[in-house]
Structure formats: structure tokens, C-alpha cells
């Protein structure tokens, strides 16, 4: 079975890159695996505060994922595994990719306008060595494009 990849965050171009992966799910009998990223905070010699912050940040984007799983099982019928990772954004990628061999495709979104975005930067650069392909999807694309190009 096929597996798309996406991380998602609250940005537009995260939305716009996960139903990509969920109408290439549907139209090849694949999947969708989420992975939320919660960036490490930087220490603090107050640890009860630092894991305070951590948790919040937890729990928001378990929420954030959890909508847009919700959102895509309304549109697909088949709901998104969920992953909460914390840690550097390209090494939770890298791990995930390492851990889970079935991934047969990368997919993020591209900011609309300007720079794409940190993790569409490394993983377009990096793409030679990548253990799948790497999709990149426009975050300007309306629906009726996501549906024709996917």
C-alpha cells in the first residue's frame, strides 16, 4: 500500500499539501501518515516551565493534526495515522523515513509566495539521496486544481 507522507503544521500550504496526498491516497488505494512536528524549546534551568511549553505545544498540534485527519476521513473515508514528533523538523522527517520504509512519497507544500519554506528547501535539495520521491505541491492551488493534478 502506497503512503503519503505530509507534515503538518497550521499553515495554509500544509492544508493545501495534505489533501493532495489524501486524493492520491484515494485514486491509488494508499494512505496518509501525518506527522506533527512540535519544535524542541531551547532549556531552560526552569524545567517544569520548559515542559510545561513542550506539553502546550503537544497538545496544539495533536489538535491541529487531529482537525485536519477529521477533515480529510470526511472527504476520503480512510483516516490519517498520527504522529506527534518533538525535536529538529528534518531529523523527525529523516527518522520517520528510516522507521518507516512504506512511505512512498514525501509531500509538502510550498509557501504561495516568496521563499517555500525551510522543509521544502531541504528536502528539494536533498532529494537525490531521499529514500522516496519528494512531491512539492503549489500552496496557491484552489480545489479544482488539487482534484485535476492529483
Same mark, same amino acid.
Given at each position: 500500500?502506497?503512503?503519503?507522507?505530509?507534515?503538518?503544521?497550521?499553515? =495554509?500550504? #500544509?492544508? !493545501?499539501?495534505?489533501?493532495? %496526498? *489524501?486524493?492520491?491516497?484515494?485514486?491509488?488505494? /494508499?494512505?496518509?501518515?501525518? &506527522?506533527?512536528?512540535?519544535?524542541?524549546?531551547?532549556?531552560?534551568?526552569?524545567?517544569?516551565?520548559?515542559?510545561?511549553?513542550?506539553?502546550?505545544?503537544? =497538545?496544539? #498540534?495533536? !489538535?491541529?493534526?487531529?482537525? %485536519? *485527519?477529521?477533515?480529510?476521513?470526511?472527504?476520503? /473515508?480512510?483516516?490519517?495515522? &498520527?504522529?506527534?514528533?518533538?525535536?529538529?523538523?528534518?531529523?523527525?522527517?529523516?527518522?520517520?523515513?528510516?522507521?518507516?520504509?512504506?512511505?512512498?512519497?514525501?509531500?509538502?507544500?510550498?509557501?504561495?509566495?516568496?521563499?517555500?519554506?525551510?522543509?521544502?528547501?531541504?528536502?528539494?535539495?536533498?532529494?537525490?539521496?531521499?529514500?522516496?520521491?519528494?512531491?512539492?505541491?503549489?500552496?496557491?492551488?484552489?480545489?479544482?486544481?488539487?482534484?485535476?493534478?492529483?
Amino acid at each position: 500500500m502506497r503512503v503519503y507522507l505530509v507534515i503538518m503544521d497550521e499553515t =495554509d500550504e #500544509a492544508l !493545501v499539501a495534505l489533501r493532495f %496526498a *489524501a486524493r492520491r491516497a484515494v485514486k491509488t488505494g /494508499g494512505t496518509v501518515h501525518i &506527522i506533527a512536528h512540535v519544535q524542541q524549546q531551547a532549556f531552560s534551568a526552569f524545567g517544569g516551565i520548559q515542559a510545561t511549553i513542550e506539553a502546550e505545544a503537544r =497538545d496544539r #498540534a495533536e !489538535v491541529v493534526a487531529t482537525g %485536519a *485527519a477529521g477533515s480529510i476521513f470526511h472527504e476520503s /473515508g480512510k483516516m490519517p495515522t &498520527i504522529t506527534v514528533r518533538v525535536g529538529d523538523s528534518v531529523k523527525v522527517v529523516h527518522g520517520y523515513l528510516a522507521e518507516h520504509p512504506e512511505v512512498a512519497a514525501l509531500v509538502l507544500g510550498a509557501a504561495p509566495q516568496g521563499n517555500p519554506g525551510p522543509l521544502v528547501t531541504h528536502f528539494t535539495a536533498a532529494a537525490g539521496s531521499m529514500p522516496c520521491p519528494v512531491f512539492v505541491v503549489p500552496g496557491g492551488l484552489n480545489q479544482d486544481d488539487l482534484e485535476r493534478l492529483s
